[in-house]
């Protein structure tokens, strides 16, 4: 994804960036969840044990998102001992499968579910899955689930994959309006058994529930830019159905210089979740030839005069899903 954004900047959370959250966590009276989570790995930050910490003080449950990879005995306990209330790991390659994650390691991923299951006192953390569904990794996607639940593994999401990359628009296993060619849940029959799982949207439809704004959610990126969800974190192109598209980054200021409660309250942002009562946005999706549309690569805003790329959102149709 990373090669998609415009202008990226490789980044972690800062230290300043964190006293500056805490400070607005103390001030979110209703905050009910925080997770960890984006386009890079969260255990990567060099803070993130100090992070992990004074977050877990401050009562507010939280979800740890990660590949898996760098968790060590030391993390386990860590995330044992806080707790942390949710992990979620990234499983999208299987032995002898196409690698989709460079880097990946199957039997790492199965030690630490198992692992992390034997040490923990309770209930936490509750150990989750994440899998990216794709064309290459159909054949596999039983093996991965059933591996997890064999490890100890407690809930499954299964998402389809955005397609920020241009070779990825050949790999997405959804479609607009029509039956797929793979269904996903046939291709998951016989490992599904008890475990609690989310399979994503295979048809987009008419329907539209964003999960972002309907659970009064905001995103802080690793620069501290104050965004409403992950869609809208940075500027980066997308490829749809052979078409590409651009989105642009919609934020309401940065850590540094705002409150999470100002923001939250500010004229711009109220605006915005009020656009998510009626979804009063086009349906971009049934554009397919970026000649149709003159406000695709532009910042005005699309045929409507929002401001924003919510009318082709996945994640409002269920397609995209996460923790």
């Given at each position: ?131 990216v569904a794709l064309r ?75 999960p972002f704004m309907e ?109």
């Open positions: 994804m990373r090669n998609s954004v415009i202008d990226f900047k490789p980044a972690h959370f800062c230290a300043a960036h964190m006293e500056h959250l805490l400070d607005a966590i103390d001030a979110l009276p209703t905050l009910e969840r925080i997770v960890l989570l984006g386009y890079g790995e969260a255990l990567c930050n060099p803070h993130i044990h100090d992070f992990l910490a004074r977050l877990a003080r401050t009562g507010i449950p939280l979800c740890l998102v990660t590949n898996g990879q760098l968790i060590t005995a030391g993390i386990m306990d860590l995330l044992v001992h806080l707790p942390v209330k949710e992990v979620f790991v990234s499983w999208d390659d299987y032995e002898g499968s196409e690698c989709i994650r460079v880097g990946s390691d199957t039997n790492k991923i199965k030690t630490v579910i198992a692992e992390l299951r034997r040490r923990r006192m309770g209930r936490y953390p509750l150990i989750g899955l994440e899998v290459r990794n159909r054949g596999v996607l039983q093996k991965i689930v059933a591996a997890s639940r064999s490890a100890g593994g407690e809930k499954i999401i299964v998402t389809n994959v955005f397609p920020y990359g241009e070779a990825m628009r050949d790999e997405i296993l959804f479609a607009y309006k029509k039956r797929p060619e793979f269904d996903i849940r046939k291709l998951l029959d016989g490992a599904l058994g008890s475990v609690d799982i989310t399979i994503a949207n295979q048809v987009i439809g008419d329907e539209r529930a964003c659970k009064g959610t905001l995103f802080v990126t690793a620069h501290g830019d104050i965004v409403p969800c992950l869609e809208l974190a940075h500027a980066h192109k997308a490829w749809y159905f052979d078409s590409e598209r651009t989105h642009f980054q919609f934020s309401f200021g940065n850590v540094a210089q705002v409150s999470l409660v100002s923001a939250w309250e500010s004229e711009k942002f109220t605006a915005f979740r009020e656009g998510f009562v009626y979804y009063d946005f086009p349906d971009c999706l049934q554009c397919r030839d970026s000649r149709m549309c003159l406000h695709r690569a532009t910042v005005d805003g699309d045929c409507f005069r929002n401001g924003t790329p919510c009318g082709e959102c996945l994640w409002a149709r269920g397609v995209i899903r996460c923790p």
